[in-house]
């Protein structure tokens, strides 16, 4: 910890921390500083809790709406802990944390919601599917691949095009490819031999991780390399730890992940390859859980996506009633199975048979869960916070009959001024969210939120107001 007095790498100083902090009801430290840990803060505000984040720059969409911050780096565990000290609880606002990490946090007896063990199925999408398919729920088909042949050979039993995923680090369509051929799989870019980074040896300085739980305590257990590719293992949630390999991931909003010291599964593929689904609807449900127990879902989302970014969603989601109801039960299912806590998006598909097959998992505050700030009697920032402490749960009705959600990404001609927020303005019943960020290409700048007496009225209002920011519809 930095001397009293002296700001360093926090964002505030120490003392003032201290002396100011008996007038809050909770302290929250939050991993990660995009606008996701801005609109947290926005929530923590209204509560009275004090929102501490860990920002990779002063410049961070949180730091910039006004929260307390620390200047560091998630793939380091230094930051963590000085971020993570005195803090009543510790959350996260992206999934891009080294496992190994968390794991070493949890055994230094912070108290980290989401767990590891649940955090992780966000994390990798193969232990996602293996877990999920192990535990009954309904998964598209797929198996980890580790060269071209292994892809066409699943192609052959499941027909083309197929899904090619990166196990690690996807986020908004990156890591995702459709693949409609062998020929266009050559041109893929997938490396022979991708089992394990190249630049790490496993062979000497490889821990593996185990959590389990007994009488409601998690214990945490060494395991020898002897066993660390065992195949359709899911008895527990395993992370490897390269000691000392450097902080190599710098993409976007993720500064300084260590994405070399990701949880994988050592010699075992770093893709999977999923059969291509006739998808009617794209869903998004979601789910609060406190470590007590206690549950709320809310209404079904339909979210429309383009380049595996999400455009602009509705709420609720026109299904049948029985097809909503059937929904929100499966994903509630699957967030007390995996022991989850917190806000957790559960993104679904709905095949043109009618089936409901779950994409993936989110365990945090998520873009298609926007609308709730509006539409919902609780929103899912306060929700979080809520849950995560072990408060109770608000109520998820909606406020208003329909509400729709545009996202303003860079790249679609999107900029903002005074001028395109005073013309959104004059729009009834539209409310923007700007996440104070330089324009990117695929980067979320903001959002608007529109509410209405259907989901059609609300959409056309929601696209109206964008199109002041260059958003076409």
């Known amino acids: 910890m930095a001397e009293s007095n002296a700001i360093g790498n926090y964002g505030v100083l120490q003392d003032q921390v201290t002396a100011s902090r008996h007038f809050y009801n909770a302290r929250v430290a939050m991993v990660g500083a995009g606008q996701l840990a801005r609109m947290t803060h926005q929530a923590a505000v ?170 409601g305590k998690t214990n945490i257990h060494t395991e020898s390399n002897a066993d660390s590719h065992a195949e359709g293992h899911l008895d527990g949630y395993r992370y490897s730890h390269a000691e000392g390999h450097p902080d190599d991931y710098r993409d976007g909003d993720t500064k300084g992940y260590a994405g070399g010291d990701q949880a994988i599964y050592v010699n ?87 089936r409901l097959l779950v994409n993936e998992l989110a365990l945090r505050p998520h873009n298609s869960g926007h609308a709730t700030i509006e539409a919902s009697m609780t929103s899912q920032f306060h929700q979080h916070l809520r849950a995560i402490l072990d408060w109770p749960l608000g109520s998820t009705d909606m406020r208003v009959p329909a509400a729709a959600m545009v996202n303003l990404i860079g790249g679609d001609n999107c900029a903002g001024s005074l001028s395109a927020v005073r013309a959104a303005l004059a729009i009834p019943n539209i409310n923007i969210h700007l996440y104070g960020k330089d324009l990117r290409p695929r980067r979320k700048l903001g959002h608007i939120t529109a509410t209405a007496s259907s989901v059609e009225e609300a959409l056309q209002s929601a696209f109206r107001a964008a199109s002041c920011f260059g958003v076409a519809a």
């Open 268 to 354: 075992e593929p770093a893709y999977i390859v999923e059969e291509y689904i006739d998808i009617s609807v794209e869903l998004s449900i979601i789910v609060a859980r406190s470590p007590s127990g206690e549950v709320a879902v809310y209404p079904p989302v339909q979210t429309t996506q383009s380049d595996g970014i999400c455009r602009y969603l509705v709420m609720p989601a026109p299904l049948p009633e029985r097809l909503s109801k059937q929904a929100c039960e499966l994903a509630k299912s699957i967030i007390v199975e995996i022991g989850a806590t917190g806000i957790v998006a559960v993104e679904m598909f709905v095949t043109s048979e009618g």
């Open 46 to 215: 209204d509560l009275d809790i004090e929102l501490l984040v860990l920002a990779a720059s002063a410049n961070d969409s949180a730091v910039l709406g006004g929260a307390g911050y620390v200047l560091g780096v998630s793939g380091n565990l230094a930051d963590l802990e000085t971020i993570a000290s005195g803090a009543d609880v510790v959350t996260f606002d992206h999934e891009l944390i080294s496992p190994s990490n968390l794991v070493a946090m949890q055994e230094l007896k912070y108290n980290l919601q989401p767990r590891p063990s649940a955090l992780y199925l966000a994390q990798d999408k193969l232990e996602a599917r293996r877990s999920l398919s192990a535990r009954g729920f309904p998964c598209p088909a797929f198996i980890p691949v580790g060269s071209t042949d292994e892809v066409v050979g699943f192609a052959e039993k499941y027909g083309w095009p197929v899904v090619l995923k990166a196990r690690h680090g996807g986020y908004d369509g990156r890591g995702v490819r459709v693949v409609h051929s062998a020929d266009e799989l050559n041109l893929a870019g997938i490396p022979e031999g991708i089992s394990q980074p190249a630049d790490v040896d496993f062979s000497d300085r490889t821990k593996r991780y185990r959590e389990s739980s007994t009488d």
